[in-house]
């Protein structure tokens, strides 16, 4: 197989189908995911953590994985962390460590799910006290923003309830509201609060935040840096999270993604495993908002069960490329002038075209042509690094069964 002439009969291809390749190639260079610390560590299912051998076992070693699928991949630049698993003392050196690793520090994740306390809720328990102790952990993480350089406050609420009447909704929402309205206050100047939804788990009669709109309409409250955190598995069967992405794209509110692959509920598998189609079609919602796309942070929250950790977060990362290639190599104002004639299937068609189409000769030649391995999998398979982690670190005693709820 040579490499340069697949490139180049595709590249050809391409150009002559009005595709401005070298555009496509600057677009995908500049692609940045950002991966969660704790896909890197060990994990499991609310049944079982299986320790995985080599799994990271501190922030430190998180880092330093996370810095070799960097190395690996060329745009994977940033690390999300969560708090407490990542609390540190010196955070100033932790952000020094990471950009020794070739990584910054990316969004930070608060945690007001794992106490005692927030057996019935965190910023929306009946207690103040409750409350108020969220609310201080969530300034806490705002501070921490400071200290990293980092630029997002990503937030999530396991809050909700299991029985009708087990609390008033309304009040409920009402401290919802206040508590983010107070730490709306505490984010750094540029900083951005992304707030996730979710519609069950581990509350099940009710969500707190359970949908994009309930997310949406506390936003629009709080003010402009207050966005929303999309993570596609946390959507009902069948629900058109592009559709979803399209209006919050439009309303300037869509603040970045918590990609991952689900077959049934928040499954946290590979992100483009199951779901290849559905990824390419958020990604066409995306290229084709042109500016309005610049500031989403594109993240990925997987965490691995039964899977090699560092190939499923590679493979994760190149998911999420190809399905941004595949949305690049739209031709959209032939798209636009078939929606416009009203050409049902001529406008599904050139969506097809572009998703059939093996972009694989491309993404060669842009990670050629970033310095990088065309093939980013055969690399790491050809590399000792896994089996050197192994080797150092050992594998470590996670629980088994009895871990309650998802294991991350
Ligand atoms: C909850 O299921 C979630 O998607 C939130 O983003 C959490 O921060 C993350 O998973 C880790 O538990
Ligand atoms: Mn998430």
């Not at 993604?257 to 779901?275: E, M, P, Q």
Request: hydrophobic share 45%; glycine share 8%; with cysteine.
């Amino acid at each position: 197989m040579n490499l340069a002439d697949d490139y180049q009969r595709l590249a050809d291809r391409l150009t002559a189908a009005g595709v401005d390749v070298d555009t496509v190639k600057a677009r995908l260079k500049a692609q940045h995911i950002e991966t969660p610390s704790w896909g890197y560590g060990n994990s499991g299912t609310r049944f079982k953590v299986f320790p995985w051998p080599g799994a990271a076992r501190n922030i430190h070693e998180k880092l330093a994985d996370a810095g070799y699928i960097h190395r690996l991949t060329g745009v994977a630049p940033s690390v999300a962390i969560h708090i407490p698993w990542d609390k540190v003392d010196d955070w100033h050196g932790l952000a020094q460590f990471a950009a020794e690793k070739g990584v910054s520090i990316g969004a930070v994740n608060p945690n007001v799910f794992q106490d005692e306390q927030y057996k019935l809720g965190s910023i929306c328990h009946p207690a103040a006290a409750v409350r108020e102790e969220a609310i201080a952990h969530l300034v806490e993480c705002c501070e921490i923003m400071q200290r990293t350089g980092s630029g997002l406050l990503s937030l999530w609420f396991a809050d909700g309830t299991n029985y009708a009447g087990q609390d008033s909704l309304r009040r409920r929402k009402q401290h919802l509201e206040a508590a983010l309205a107070a730490v709306y206050a505490h984010l750094p100047p540029a900083g951005r609060m992304l707030i996730e939804y979710k519609f069950f788990e581990p509350a099940f009669y009710h969500t707190d935040l359970a949908d994009w709109g309930m997310a949406y309409a506390t936003a629009l409250k709080l003010g402009d840096r207050a966005q929303v955190l999309v993570d596609t598995g946390h959507h009902a069967q069948g629900t058109n999270i592009a559709h979803i992405v399209a209006f919050l794209l439009d309303e300037g509110r869509l603040g970045g993604f918590h990609f991952n692959a689900r077959k049934y509920a928040d499954d946290d598998l590979i992100v483009g495993s199951t779901n290849p189609f559905e990824l390419f079609e958020i990604f066409v919602e995306l290229v084709s908002a042109g500016a309005a796309a610049d500031e989403v942070a594109y993240m990925i929250d997987q965490s691995h069960n039964i899977e090699p950790k560092l190939e499923a977060m590679l493979l994760s990362v190149l998911n999420c490329q190809t399905a941004c290639a595949r949305a690049l190599i739209v031709n959209y104002p032939r798209l636009a002038q078939r929606q416009a004639e009203g050409d049902v299937l001529g406008a599904h068609a050139v969506l097809m075209e572009a998703f059939d189409t093996d972009v694989r000769p491309l993404l060669r030649q842009v990670r050629t042509e970033m310095g990088r391995h065309p093939d980013p999998l055969a690399a790491y398979r050809a590399d000792d690094y896994a089996a050197r982690v192994a080797q150092e670190r050992g594998t470590a005693a996670a629980g088994g069964g009895g871990f309650p709820g998802k294991q991350k």
